[in-house]
């Protein structure tokens, strides 16, 4: 499956892109910005799309028939941390091909990707922001964080190096190292890529601006 990423969130984007490349996957090109993926859409045809819903001064809706005609043949997939039932309604009349919850598990927006590039459709259920369960689910993971470990994992969301953690923190590059693996481990993950994704699936980070907002 050859995909192409857009979102404006540096970040996940390349993370992302990380683990579908490693789950064997073309990832043909990642853009920040709708107008950035438009000549990569042209010149790679890739077979999907992902693509964020908001950015800062419109949403991939806007831009979806632009998109559509610079690849024909590319089936698009939404990837919002939210949705309404007319966000849904007016993608499906846009030609969008599926939705994806940010806030989910790599495997599962994998699955949506897989699934739209062999001809489904697939529309989940509309989210309302800061539900119940996503709020009991982020105080759970929380609650084993210290509040050392969770400037880690806002830093981390935000890009930043372990060298400039270490700087940014006061501390030393060892001590940086190790409370970047006790963030790992406690997540259970292992990579940083995947803790910044496991963060926005639990809703303890925003992947927008890097924010903790566990409480």
């Known amino acids: 499956m050859r995909v192409l990423i857009c979102d404006d969130h540096a970040v996940f984007a390349d993370s992302l892109s990380l683990v579908l490349a490693d789950a064997g996957h073309d990832i043909v090109g990642v853009a920040y910005s709708p107008a950035e993926a438009m ?26 028939p632009r998109l559509r005609a610079a690849s024909p043949r590319t089936k698009f997939v939404v990837l919002s941390g939210f949705l309404e039932q007319a966000v849904l309604d007016d993608g499906v009349a846009a030609g969008v091909r599926g939705f994806a919850d940010k806030g989910q598990q790599a495997g599962d927006i994998l699955s949506v990707l897989e699934r739209v590039a062999d001809g489904e459709v697939v529309v989940r259920q509309p989210t309302r922001r800061g539900g119940t369960r996503r709020r009991s689910q982020a105080q759970q993971v929380a609650r084993f964080l210290t509040p050392r470990e969770r400037e880690v994992l806002t830093r981390l969301a935000r890009g930043e190096s372990t060298q400039a953690l270490a700087k940014a923190m006061g501390v ?32 303890l980070v925003s992947v927008e601006t890097g924010e903790w907002l566990a409480g």
């Open 172 to 203: 030393t590059r060892s001590t940086a190292r190790s409370h970047v693996q006790s963030v790992l481990s406690k997540l259970g993950v292992h990579s940083q890529r995947e803790a910044v994704i496991e963060a926005a699936r639990h809703g």
């Open 39 to 64: 000549p990569l859409l042209r010149i790679r045809q890739p077979d999907v799309g992902l693509i964020d819903l908001q950015f800062p001064s419109d949403t991939a809706l806007d831009w979806m």
